[in-house]
């Protein structure tokens, strides 16, 4: 089997059948790539997420993939990014989560970017599925790298040598992509490549553009004045619960 450039892990609470219309669609524009789903240890898949699963697997030569793997691991972002990595064999490392689609031409921007040896790391700007004003003007800052813009959702892209140099993702259930942001800036830099993923609007609309974003900000604060991952992440999961 070829070594693949690029591996994508892609963690997910659990694998449902839209799954597999967002990675064939990432599959087609990215050839010689892998692709790892890891989804919790505990859960069982759905009937619909089964079946995406086998027909991914049986389409694989059709999408030209070097490789697509169904991985466990304990829930957790953290957790089931790591899990992915080990897993992987691309010199690169692209992280994406299961609600965001790639933009045309991903593969050729992250080649671009890759092609200088002193970039570690970069991450696509942020554009949501809703055209509200309110969520444009939140993406427009998505262009600038800080640790109040860079997160996660936006596709992070990382060489393997680095993301094990740095140790992974700490093993939180909320914020590992904050601390891993921190980690590559000290030793180099996060580059915004020059096109934007497209991540779900789900909880803006059900909880409110305006209060999803001051809830937002709040946590990010607590954070950072010293309150827990597995804190913020119980109460994360209260307010998901209770909405």
């Not at 897993?87 to 299961?98: P, T, V």
């Not at 800052?141 to 993301?163: E, H, K, N, P, Y």
Request: glycine share 8%; proline share 5%.
């Amino acid at each position: 089997m070829k070594t693949p450039y690029l591996s994508i892990i892609i963690p997910t609470r659990r694998i449902e059948g839209t799954l597999k219309r967002r990675i064939a669609g990432s599959l087609k524009q990215l050839p010689h790539t892998e692709v790892l789903v890891v989804e919790p240890e505990e859960e069982v898949g759905s009937p619909a997420g089964e079946k995406a699963i086998g027909a991914l697997s049986a389409d694989e030569e059709d999408a030209a993939v070097t490789g697509f793997r169904l991985l466990k691991a304990r829930r957790g972002r953290g957790f089931q990014c790591n899990r992915g990595a080990q897993a992987a064999r691309g010199e690169l490392l692209l992280f994406l989560h299961d609600d965001t689609d790639l933009p045309d031409g991903a593969l050729r921007l992250i080649e671009r970017a890759f092609e200088d040896p002193a970039i570690d790391a970069a991450c696509f700007k942020l554009r949501f599925d809703n055209q509200h004003w309110l969520l444009g003007v939140y993406a427009f800052f998505t262009r600038f790298d800080s640790l109040f813009t860079t997160f996660g959702d936006q596709g992070i892209v990382i060489r393997r040598a680095s993301f094990e140099a740095l140790g992974g993702f700490p093993d939180w259930p909320l914020f590992e992509d904050v601390e891993l942001g921190r980690h590559i800036r000290r030793r180099s830099r996060i580059v915004k490549l020059p096109a934007a993923v497209t991540t779900s609007a789900v909880r803006f609309e059900r909880n409110g553009i305006v209060r999803q974003q001051l809830e937002n900000a709040w946590s990010i604060l607590r954070f950072l004045l010293g309150a827990t991952p597995e804190s913020l992440a119980a109460s994360y999961e209260r307010d998901r619960s209770h909405s």
